[in-house]
């Protein structure tokens, strides 16, 4: 009885803790469920799809009741939302036809796909002169130069071998004394890793 009270009050149950689990809304019978599997305080915990069917609130409540959890027990989140997996979850396994095809935190994964990360910059300048440019830079395979508001262009840059050419466009905008509004590289989500190391002979859509 005494585990029943500390896990009603670790899955945020104690205000609910007189009414009928039937009479619950769908997040609050999500909670009872990890409580019923917390109550003899297992090792490993096992969660299918722990947040379909819920609403936004109920989700970001489920999703920070399993990082919780995370600190004390290992915790095993199968699912096919790769954007919760992505915000949840420190290590990934991406699993295919049985097979175990990626196995590494986010952060490494995006090194699958590094080199197809694209450098955007927003820069105010003739679109010749940029494209002159760039078609000069040994370091670009491809780019694409196109008008956005104002004076600026938008370019789309992609490097050679994953190279990370964002301090050879500040440098280059400073000399010619360009002005710079927008400089990223571009970050692939979880979508488009699986999608990369399930099906890496197909074209991105």
Known sequence: ??????????????????RIIGQLSKGYRQRV?????LVHEPELLILDEPTIGLDPNQIRAVRQLIKGLGGTHTVLVSTHILPEAEMTC??????????????DTPENLQQLMSSRSQIIAEIAAPPAELRECWAQMAEIEHYDVSPCEGNYSRCSLTPRDGVDLRPQVFALARQRGWS????????????????????????EG
């Open 1 to 18: 009885r005494q585990r029943a009270d500390v896990v009603m009050d670790q899955c945020g149950l104690t205000e609910v803790g007189q």
């Open 33 to 37: 469920g990890l409580a019923d599997a």
């Open 90 to 103: 420190h290590r990934v396994v991406i699993m295919f036809d049985g097979r175990i095809l990626a196995a």
């Open 180 to 203: 710079l509004r927008e400089l990223t590289r571009s970050r692939h989500s979880l979508e488009d890793i699986y999608v990369q190391v399930t099906r890496p002979g197909e074209e």
